[in-house]
Structure formats: C-alpha cells, structure tokens
C-alpha cells in the first residue's frame, strides 16, 4: 500500500528565495507532523494538524515558517526568504490518530546556498 | 510539560554483544510509548511499542518493557547483528497531559561492527 510521499526529495535554493515542500499523507490518517532534522540532530517537532486545522504551531522557528493542510490530506509547509541555517531534511510524518504509530515519509533535503 | 531522556550516543558493540540503550520519560497522563528507527540513508520506521504499563514491545529480536514505576522504556536485544546499525529514536504520545503532540528523544546512534 501507499506510504507517506513527499516531494520534492532533494531541493536546492539560493539564501533569500521562498520553498514549498510538499507532504502526502497515508489515505485516512487524521493526524500529520512536521519535523526538521539537521545533521546529527534528533528531531525537531515544528506543526501538527489535525484533520485541517493545526492545534500547535509552537514549534515553527519563525514567521517565515508557515503550513496548511486541505481536505483533510495533502500539506504544504512553506519557508519563506530562506536562510542557510534552514538547510536540513524536513520530515513529515502521519498517523490515524494522535496516539498512534506514526509513519514518516523519506523526506525532503533541503539544501540553502 | 513531556520530555523523553535518552542515553548518549553512539554505541560501539561488537556483533553478537549484549544492547541496552536506556530511555526514560516525563509525562502528564498516560503515554503510549515507541521505539522508532532510522537506518543509515532510510526514513524513520517503528519499531515496537507498548501502550500501557507492564506491556512488552517485541520485534527484530529487540524488547523494551513499559515501567511505570521507573517512567523507563529501555531497548534491549541479546546479540546485535551489523545490520542493527542505526540511529535509534525513543517517543512517547500522551493524550490526557493536552498535549497532542508525540515527544522524540535526540536518538542514539549504534554501530555494531563484526
């Protein structure tokens, strides 16, 4: 069956311009994440929805972070004037429930010059 | 607020040794608890897990045990093979603290060589 799918897997952009990553959740999973993992770092929680709306923001760096989630599916985390220090993988993660296993998508590098 | 406590890395066994790679939690309810995985060049993956307290958690040869009593979900396995080469997250997901957001340690990193 279908995992999580994210796209694109590789992403290199130049200091300043905006990045949209995207994330397709496991059909039926409520609950989605965003994490960032930086080189030799654990993960760093930064949005969770669930369903549309997103209960906890808390953890997105600044106000060039922001996400969405429609339908109840498909997410979008955009970075806006992105920075060297926003290179890492950013990981997406969802689960049927916010208790349960959560099942990550392979990730996408992002790589800021 | 939740926090999850795992013991420094890495880890350096020879094949076939004995793994223990501890983990203890904070919490305000009553936590699921999992042990999620990260091969070399792979995207996270569970491991096992244990929903209530007293519960085993087995797969791959690895166990962890949920203790209330210690608030600890230590991952044991009785002979490492090279391929457990990996970095090893511990999480814990809490509903009654209000919280809705599943908590990872900063992982442990375990090299086994031959």
């Known amino acids: 069956g279908a995992g999580v799918s994210q796209s694109p897997s590789n992403k290199v952009t130049e200091k300043g311009k905006d990045v949209e990553l995207r994330c397709d959740p496991i059909?039926?999973?409520?609950?989605l994440y965003w994490y960032r993992q930086s080189l030799g770092q654990g993960l760093e929680f930064l949005i969770y929805?669930?369903?549309?709306?997103?209960?906890?923001k808390s953890g997105l760096p600044s106000d060039r972070f922001s996400a969405e989630r429609t339908g109840g599916s498909v997410s979008t985390l955009t970075i806006q004037r992105t920075q060297q220090e926003d290179s890492a993988v950013y990981l997406c993660?969802?689960?049927?429930?916010?208790?349960?296993?959560?099942?990550f998508g392979p990730g996408t590098r992002l790589l800021v010059l | 607020g939740n926090s999850v406590t795992q013991m420094e890395g890495p880890v350096t066994l020879s094949e076939e040794a004995f793994l223990t790679i501890n983990c203890t939690y904070t919490a305000t309810g009553y936590p699921s608890l999992f042990w999620y995985v990260q091969y070399p060049g792979e995207g996270l993956q569970l491991l096992l897990k244990?929903?209530?307290?007293?519960d085993k958690g087995s797969n791959k040869g690895f166990e962890a045990t949920y203790r209330k009593e210690t608030t600890s979900f230590h991952l044991e396995k009785g002979s490492v093979q090279v391929s457990d080469s990996a970095v090893y997250f511990c999480?814990?997901?809490?509903?009654?603290?209000?919280?809705?957001?599943?908590?990872f340690g900063r992982g442990t990193s375990l090299i086994v060589h031959p």
């Open positions: 244990a929903t209530k307290a007293d």
């Open positions: 993660a969802s689960s049927l429930n916010s208790l349960e296993t959560q099942y």
């Open positions: 059909s039926g999973h409520t609950a």
């Open positions: 999480a814990l997901s809490d509903h009654r603290g209000g919280s809705y957001i599943p908590t």
């Open positions: 929805f669930q369903g549309n709306s997103a209960p906890d």
